[in-house]
């Protein structure tokens, strides 16, 4: 009795290995699966940018807002004749080179192109009031503020996408004194995917461009060097070393 043959539901060791590699392949489809949708998520994960600023004559107050998915940066500055001043002292190393700001600004075109173009405002509330020593320089510069207004915010339209219904813009004149207050609102929006892209494309820029600079440098040097030996700044009748040749370089025999 003891002889007799398995029962149907007993599987085989081949059966039972076949399983179990089975649950396993299923188990790595589920978890590249999240991981898809992970980093899908994270590709769509807005930052938000918000910004606001309060100026009164010479005196201004920033705060900056950053938030990248669950995570919140905020800084507040204050600009004027009598906010603290931070002075850094840096050193410089022997060998540095000054950072050329038109090469920098050159390489990131195309990034800054393409992050503008992804980046959403939301909010943009300007309000501008002016004020001159009578009624007639207070409407003036009123309209001039109209105009300088309008003229950024059709610059800034062509960067950005803009909300038409979250622009309010006002300049407003005051005719009791001197003075020039803006407060300004704005809320910016990009997917962390598309900025990140976007880094990437200004620092690959950097590199292509700081790359081909040593070249051209490398160039010229070695240009330098194959001038007969003399240096490139001596003239054609000058050895290397800076001292006039004699005729001819040679003896030629003239007495």
């Given at each position: 009795?003891?002889?007799?043959?398995?029962?149907?539901?007993?599987?085989?060791?081949?059966?039972?290995?076949?399983?179990?590699?089975?649950?396993?392949?299923?188990?790595?489809?589920i978890a590249v699966g999240c991981l898809a949708a992970a980093m899908a998520l994270l590709?769509?994960?807005?930052?938000?940018?918000?910004?606001?600023?309060?100026?009164?004559?010479?005196?201004?107050?920033?705060?900056?807002?950053?938030?990248?998915?669950?995570?919140?940066?905020?800084?507040?500055?204050?600009?004027?004749?009598?906010?603290?001043?931070?002075?850094?002292?840096?050193?410089?190393?022997?060998?540095?080179?000054?950072?050329?700001?038109?090469?920098?600004?050159?390489?990131?075109?195309?990034?800054?192109?393409?992050?503008?173009?992804?980046?959403?405002?939301?909010?943009?509330?300007?309000?501008?009031?002016?004020?001159?020593?009578?009624?007639?320089?207070?409407?003036?510069?009123?309209?001039?503020?109209?105009?300088?207004?309008?003229?950024?915010?059709?610059?800034?339209?062509?960067?950005?996408?803009?909300?038409?219904?979250?622009?309010?813009?006002?300049?407003?004149?005051?005719?009791?004194?001197?003075?020039?207050?803006?407060?300004?609102?704005?809320?910016?929006?990009?997917?962390?995917?598309?900025?990140?892209?976007?880094?990437?494309?200004?620092?690959?820029?950097?590199?292509?461009?700081?790359?081909?600079?040593?070249?051209?440098?490398?160039?010229?040097?070695?240009?330098?060097?194959?001038?007969?030996?003399?240096?490139?700044?001596?003239?054609?009748?000058?050895?290397?070393?800076?001292?006039?040749?004699?005729?001819?370089?040679?003896?030629?025999?003239?007495?």
């Amino acid at each position: 009795m003891g002889n007799g043959p398995p029962p149907l539901w007993q599987d085989s060791p081949r059966q039972c290995g076949k399983g179990f590699r089975g649950w396993v392949k299923m188990g790595w489809l589920i978890a590249v699966g999240c991981l898809a949708a992970a980093m899908a998520l994270l590709w769509l994960a807005p930052v938000q940018l918000h910004l606001r600023l309060a100026q009164a004559n010479l005196k201004a107050e920033v705060f900056v807002e950053l938030r990248v998915g669950w995570l919140r940066f905020a800084r507040a500055i204050t600009l004027g004749e009598k906010a603290p001043r931070v002075r850094a002292r840096t050193r410089r190393r022997p060998g540095a080179k000054k950072l050329d700001v038109r090469d920098l600004l050159a390489a990131s075109v195309q990034g800054l192109r393409y992050l503008g173009r992804a980046t959403w405002c939301e909010r943009l509330r300007l309000r501008v009031e002016v004020g001159g020593l009578d009624a007639c320089d207070s409407a003036l510069l009123a309209g001039l503020g109209w105009s300088l207004v309008c003229n950024l915010l059709a610059q800034f339209g062509r960067l950005v996408q803009v909300n038409p219904a979250g622009v309010a813009v006002a300049v407003v004149p005051n005719f009791q004194r001197p003075l020039l207050r803006t407060d300004l609102d704005c809320i910016l929006r990009v997917p962390l995917g598309k900025a990140t892209w976007a880094a990437g494309m200004v620092l690959r820029a950097a590199l292509r461009r700081r790359a081909l600079l040593a070249r051209i440098r490398e160039r010229q040097r070695r240009k330098g060097d194959r001038t007969d030996g003399r240096s490139p700044d001596s003239s054609p009748h000058e050895d290397g070393d800076g001292q006039p040749e004699e005729h001819g370089g040679r003896e030629h025999g003239h007495r």
